[in-house]
């Protein structure tokens, strides 16, 4: 299933969490993995129509999503619905289910999984370089892994969910 994983690594959260997307889920996915640098605007631009499942990682506030060094990917009325529309979209990042998500529902996206409050977890900062072997880490990032794993093998966003 063609999927765009946007990942920032640019401060410990977003470098932990996309430690376990490239460990658990960037192996399964293509055409299109954005890290670090990539994860702006013009690349995601580019990339997101040709997708069926678009999964962010970053920071976010109730209208915006965004990538590496907070620029912006998504932010209420400063995208085109062709690159949502009939997608599948989880964005990992706080508050991002407030306005963004059903913005983004509302110019097309099929669904889309997204946090209403923030998304805070307990980290090792001795493992950045290896996050998915935090253990701390792992019993809330996990869950998602799993949720996305079942997206991949093509369940539905509610069927993930469960």
């Not at 590496?68 to 990042?93: F, M, T, W």
């Amino acid at each position: 299933m063609p999927t765009v994983l946007a990942m920032a690594d640019f401060d410990l959260p977003t470098r932990s969490a996309s430690g376990f997307m490239l460990r658990y889920i960037a192996p399964r996915v293509e055409p299109v993995q954005l890290l670090g640098v990539l994860v702006r605007r013009l690349p995601f631009r580019l990339s997101a129509p040709q997708s069926d499942i678009i999964i962010g990682v970053g920071h976010g506030d109730v209208d915006v999503f965004t990538g590496q060094n907070e620029a912006v990917i998504l932010e209420v009325g400063q995208y085109s619905p062709r690159e949502v529309r009939g997608k599948v979209i989880k964005l990992l990042s706080c508050q991002c289910g407030v306005e963004l998500g059903p913005n983004l529902v509302a110019n097309g996206a099929a669904s889309v999984l997204a946090y209403v409050a923030d998304y805070v977890w307990v980290m090792d900062a001795d493992l950045a370089s290896t996050p998915w072997a935090d253990e701390i880490a792992a019993t809330s990032l996990m869950p998602v892994i799993d949720g996305l794993n079942a997206l991949l093998d093509g369940k539905t966003a509610r069927e993930a969910l469960n």
